[in-house]
């Protein structure tokens, strides 16, 4: 494998890593205020959905990108009646919000557009252009430094360096904020936080809205920058790959980074190498293609040591009187 080979794939990889990027953070600031949210799919799928269908009749991807957040939001805050107004069973309202999106998407497609549940391809200002870099041109040729810079972090949309960014705003408001401090407790130690005078109500519903803004981002640049549209169940299972990279971080926005990186690096290698031959056996196509979704089962199935999740999660809390 050639350097130009590693500097296309390693491009590649940032694309693909963007949208698990995007939805992994969100589920972290879902999770640290104890609310599991297994919904993050279907808030990705409708982000994704309202994002191209908007994008589609302003002309505006802006345009398209507010729809997806608002439209994830509002998943997002049923999921949060469901779960902290009425105490229900958080797994069971994230499940039904993944079978709601699904079935929603795809039949409100079809009535608008009448094209199989897809809107029309998206072009010029509905999609996100590339930008260029300051001073990429000039250092395209430095050795490492021009590779780096120049070929791999440059050509991007500007919510893909939205979402590297996102990472050290969500450290910084997790770790060195009040409001992250306190979110923090509410997922360990609820009861405490209310004795503090602490709105624990009031707290979660914040985490479920940062929740959906997002993934209503992430939805935004599937459909609006890595695709030129919407098609139907075009998420393919990237909320919960989201949610096995979050376990597989422990529930920390720099070692979530690279754990998106990880599963956008192998969707990058399969999509580079269809077919890879071992000299005894050549792997075909489909299990290049599952390898994001079987490292992903592998996580889940407890082979990266031992993840605790916050005390609190996905407990309901019930005020003292």
Not at 4 to 19: G, K, N
Not at 90 to 117: C, D, E, K, W
Not at 205 to 214: D, E, H, S, W
């Amino acid at each position: 494998m050639d350097i130009a080979t590693i500097v296309q794939i390693l491009e590649s990889t940032l694309r693909l890593a963007t949208p698990l990027l995007f939805v992994c953070l969100a589920g972290l600031f879902s999770e640290r205020a104890g609310i599991f949210d297994i919904g993050l799919e279907g808030k990705l799928l409708v982000s994704a959905f309202f994002s191209a269908a908007f994008a589609y009749y302003t002309g505006s991807a802006w345009l398209g990108l507010l729809a997806g957040i608002l439209s994830s939001v509002v998943f997002g805050l049923i999921h949060g009646v469901a779960s902290i107004t009425f105490r229900g069973n958080q797994l069971i309202s994230g499940v039904a919000i993944n079978f709601l999106a699904a079935g929603m998407t795809v039949v409100v497609a079809q009535s608008l557009f009448h094209q199989g549940g897809r809107t029309p391809p998206l072009e010029g200002a509905a999609r996100f252009q590339k930008i260029d870099l300051p001073f990429a041109d000039a250092l395209h040729d430095v050795p490492v430094i021009g590779q780096i810079y120049g070929q791999i972090l440059n050509q991007h949309s500007i919510l893909v360096y939205l979402g590297l960014a996102a990472v050290p705003l969500t450290w910084w408001v997790l770790y060195r904020s009040r409001f992250g401090l306190r979110l923090r407790a509410v997922g360990e130690n609820p009861a405490a936080v209310d004795t503090a005078g602490v709105s624990v109500v009031r707290l979660r519903y914040a985490a479920v809205i940062i929740t959906g803004v997002l993934c209503g981002i992430g939805g935004a640049y599937l459909s609006t920058s890595l695709a030129a549209g919407f098609v139907k169940d075009m998420s393919a299972g990237r909320g919960y790959i989201a949610l096995a990279a979050l376990i597989f971080s422990k529930w920390r926005p720099w070692q979530g980074l690279g754990a998106v990186l990880l599963f956008g690096a192998l969707e990058a290698i399969a999509n580079r190498f269809p077919n890879v031959d071992l000299g005894i056996i050549t792997l075909p196509n489909q299990v290049m293609t599952a390898l994001p979704y079987i490292l992903t089962v592998v996580i889940l199935a407890g082979f990266v040591g031992k993840a605790i999740p916050p005390r609190a999660g996905g407990e309901p809390y019930v005020k003292e009187r």
